[in-house]
């Protein structure tokens, strides 16, 4: 009887959903292992990518800083070179020309009438300037002192006639 008893239980509409449930569990069960363990090494993937790519960053970034610091020494070299060029003698004075030369077209770009003043003031520094390499003007200062802000006295005028 109690093998009757306990066929009998099992075969109860009760005790074969009990199993059917517990039959359809143990699947899903299984399923979803079988997906954790999937998505376990996805994640595992996903993370030896990312330290990939960091030491890879990592690297470049490295690599730009070093460039950087490179360019830096650079800078700081020309800059200092060219401070130094600037203050070799005679550059001082070059630079002050092309100053000059500078103002001179923006001058005669802008103020009209200057272009024809400048060419007269230029013709003329011109004969002091030959009068003096030829020894008169220094002369003429040696005998006869003038003031500063005069140019070329009337003299000048005489000694360039009989000098050419």
Request: hydrophobic share 40%; net charge positive.
């Amino acid at each position: 009887m109690s093998d009757q008893l306990s066929t009998s239980f099992l075969l109860k509409p009760l005790a074969i959903g009990l199993y059917i449930g517990i039959f359809i569990a143990i699947i899903v069960f299984i399923r979803e292992k079988i997906v954790q363990h999937r998505l376990k090494k996805e994640i595992e993937k996903l993370k030896a990518h990312i330290q990939t790519k960091l030491e890879i960053e990592a690297e470049s970034n490295e690599r730009r800083k070093k460039e950087i610091e490179e360019l830096k020494k650079q800078n700081e070299n020309l800059r200092i070179m060219l401070q130094n060029y600037i203050e070799k003698p005679g550059r001082k004075i070059l630079r002050q020309l092309h100053l000059y030369q500078k103002a001179i077209e923006i001058l005669t770009v802008k103020a009209p009438g200057f272009a024809q003043s400048w060419q007269s003031a230029l013709e003329e520094a011109g004969r002091e300037m030959r009068l003096m390499e030829s020894g008169i003007i220094p002369f003429i200062k040696k005998i006869i002192p003038w003031r500063k802000g005069e140019s070329v006295p009337k003299i000048k005028k005489d000694a360039n006639k009989n000098e050419m």
